[in-house]
Nanobody, 122 residues
């Protein structure tokens, strides 16, 4: 079964740092783009950062210069280093990946992790 599992969330003070990680596992033939999204209470789920299979990145304007997305293709992981955290960064963060998988047949689909809570508060 194909899964994405996030880790690294928690409570941090403003100005602090956290590193989120996401591991993809299962019958995966290829991972295309990977990304991090977040959803705060009462808000829609928005893209935070994305990275292509070739390493090209894209960031939401609100996190540019503070967050860094990276991936390890050999380990099927994507990470999000979050520095200079602000209270407005508080949200559930979700890992997402577009992958070619095997579930009886080969197919390409988008997958989501369960989410990990990030709370920035003094």
């Amino acid at each position: 079964q194909v899964q994405l599992v996030e880790s690294g969330g928690g409570l941090v003070q403003p100005g602090g740092s956290l590193r989120l990680s996401c591991l993809a596992s299962g019958s995966i033939f290829a991972i295309n783009a990977m990304g991090w999204y977040r959803q705060a209470p009462g808000k829609q789920r928005d893209l935070v950062a994305a990275i292509t299979s070739g390493g090209r990145t894209n960031y939401a304007g609100s996190v540019k210069g503070r967050f860094t997305i990276s991936r390890d293709n050999a380990e099927n992981t994507v990470s999000l280093q979050m520095n200079s955290l602000k209270p407005e960064d508080t949200a559930v963060y979700y890992c997402s990946a577009n992958m070619e998988v095997w579930d009886g047949t080969r197919r390409v689909d988008n997958y989501w992790g369960q989410g990990t809570q990030v709370t920035v508060s003094s």
